[in-house]
C-alpha cells in the first residue's frame, strides 16, 4: 500500500510547486509602451524660425495631438504636440505611469516654427477637473414607476 501514495505524494508536491511558480511569475511586471517619439537625428533637421507646419510634418511625422488657439474669435491651428509613455503593470495593482516625454512644437501666427520643448513626468501638474453636477429636480422615472407610482391618486370623477 505504501508503494501506491508515494507516487501520489510526488505528484501533489509537484503540483504545488508548479502552482507556486506559477503565482511567483504572474507577479512579474510587465510594461507598455505607448505613442511617438520623434528621434534625435530627425529633431536636429528642424530650424526654428525657418521651418513650417508641412516642412516639420514631413521631417518627423505628424503629431499625436495637436493643439487649437483662439484668436480673436476664430480657431487657429496651435502646437504640436508628441507624447510617449511607459505603463508598468505589476499584478492585481493598479497600473502606474514610470515614464511620459512630451515634444511640444510651437508656431508663430504665420505658421512658422517658434519653439521647441520637452517636458517629462516630473514636469507634469496634477489638473483637478471642475465637475459640473445636473440638479436634482429632474427625475428618472421608468414608465413602470411612474404607473406604480400613480396607484391610488385616482379620482371616481377621473373616469366620468
Known sequence: MKA???PIKHSVA????????????S??????DHG????????????????????VAEAVGLPSTSGVLTEGGYYTEGGYYYVKSRVRFFGALRP??????????????AGIVQNIERFSLEDGKVVTLSRRVTDQ?????????QLLGSIGRFSPGAFE
Open 14 to 25: 509537484y503540483l504545488l510547486l508548479g502552482l507556486v511558480f506559477m503565482a511567483l511569475s
Open 36 to 55: 511617438y517619439m520623434p528621434p534625435e537625428s530627425d529633431l536636429a533637421e528642424i530650424v526654428v524660425g525657418v521651418d513650417s507646419r508641412d516642412s
Open 96 to 109: 502606474k505611469e514610470i515614464e511620459r516625454q512630451v515634444l511640444a512644437i510651437s508656431f508663430t501666427p
Open 4 to 6: 501506491i501514495t508515494h
Open 137 to 145: 429636480t429632474v427625475r428618472d422615472d421608468t414608465f413602470l414607476r
Open 27 to 32: 507577479c512579474a511586471a510587465t510594461y507598455r
